[in-house]
């Protein structure tokens, strides 16, 4: 069953990108996007348009490709997040990651510091580990134990926040505010290759390790006891596995922007199709991620142009709504 689940998600990813590069204001056909990957892969010399070339190769593709990474990455961010602190309200940015790297972009975009050397995307990543290694240490400050862990990133999170508003209010003029908001709320334009050689690897190696401790996970869900009565150490791989979660979120939050919804809704969508167990639950999550944010992102590209709606704002349109179907079924179950 569930091989024949993740078949299918990735027959359905394949099938969604390639649809959702055909979508836009350009007409581009299933055929074109055929001719088009298979002379870069250097398969074929099908004569093809230089414009259509360039929408599909150098626009719609690498945008596919990046809201399917951000998609499958967050979701998994938010199994081990929920397995971790046990905690069904948990999500990636628990940790503070996402108001982090906010601040850190706003620093850079509006005050300009280090904009030569970083970008809005490394000033993102720097800002975004800087807010984790914060709550990592007021959490051991604390006790080190999951409710403190949760309430060191809200406290983080809260601070973060503050700093943005303040350099946004004191230093930002309209069109900075504009630019800055519209990444705040997660943005997809203007992604490359370079972008998807970077979420793919961050992405696919976050995956990795998961499926390998797939069986802490597990433990993990249980709790600390248990899972110390296993034989597992606890502090050592809640470390390593937060600062998984940590790098897979900060790396994809620097080019995206702040995505919410994906890392809280797909784990529970996933749990309730295959169950809890972490070796089906990881890759059903991070398949559901991908093709949720490619059809996410294709819609909110399509249905308000030429101004795209900040793909954001369409995961929180349709995960909240998703959200309380999901949990009206398991209150019917129970």
Known sequence: ???????????????????????GPADVSLVNVRDVLLNHLGLTDIPVRAAKNAIVWEERLPRALVAAACGAGLGICGVIMQSLLRNPLADPFVLGISSGASTGAVIVGVLGVGSAALGLSGGAFIGALIAFGLVLLLARLSGGSNDRIILAGVASTQLFSALTSFVIFAFADSDETRGVMFWLLGSLEGVRWDDVRLCAVVVLAGTAVCLYYAHVLDAFSFGDEVAASLGISVGKFRLMLLVCTAII???????????????????HAARFLLGPRHSRLVPATALLGAVF??????????????????????????????FIVILSRRRRVR
């Open 1 to 23: 069953m569930g091989s024949l689940i993740t078949v299918g998600g990735v027959v359905a990813l394949t099938l969604s990108v390639l649809i959702a590069v055909t979508l």
């Open 249 to 267: 979120t900060a790396t994809l939050v620097s080019v995206a922007g702040a995505i919410g919804f994906v890392g809280l809704v797909l784990p």
């Open 293 to 322: 944010m490619v059809w996410v992102d294709a819609v909110s590209r399509v249905a308000f142009a030429p101004t795209p709606l900040p793909v954001g704002v369409g995961t929180a349109l349709v995960g909240v709504p998703a």
